[in-house]
């Protein structure tokens, strides 16, 4: 499963500390982040694992960060 989140991380430092912490608790997930998007995304994989979203929103709030779900926008052509 992967799951792209929206945050307002906006240092290395920052996505490296918070990616340290999902980690410890998930360290069977892979985490990574593109700070040079607009919407500074954190984008996580578990591969055959069900991802805790409630637990990872928790992670980054608990360091004073925004964190959101992006959904996925799926275009619909009209013909």
Do not use: G, W
């Amino acid at each position: 499963m992967i799951e792209v989140y929206k945050t307002n991380i906006l240092k290395k430092k920052q996505a490296k500390e918070t990616k340290k912490q999902i980690k410890n608790k998930f360290p069977n997930y892979c985490v990574d982040f593109d700070l040079d998007d607009c919407d500074h995304i954190l984008r996580i994989d578990t591969y055959n694992e069900a991802l805790d979203n409630a637990a990872i929103i928790n992670i980054v709030q608990k360091q004073d960060f925004d964190i959101e779900i992006l959904m996925d926008e799926i275009a619909i052509l009209s013909v």
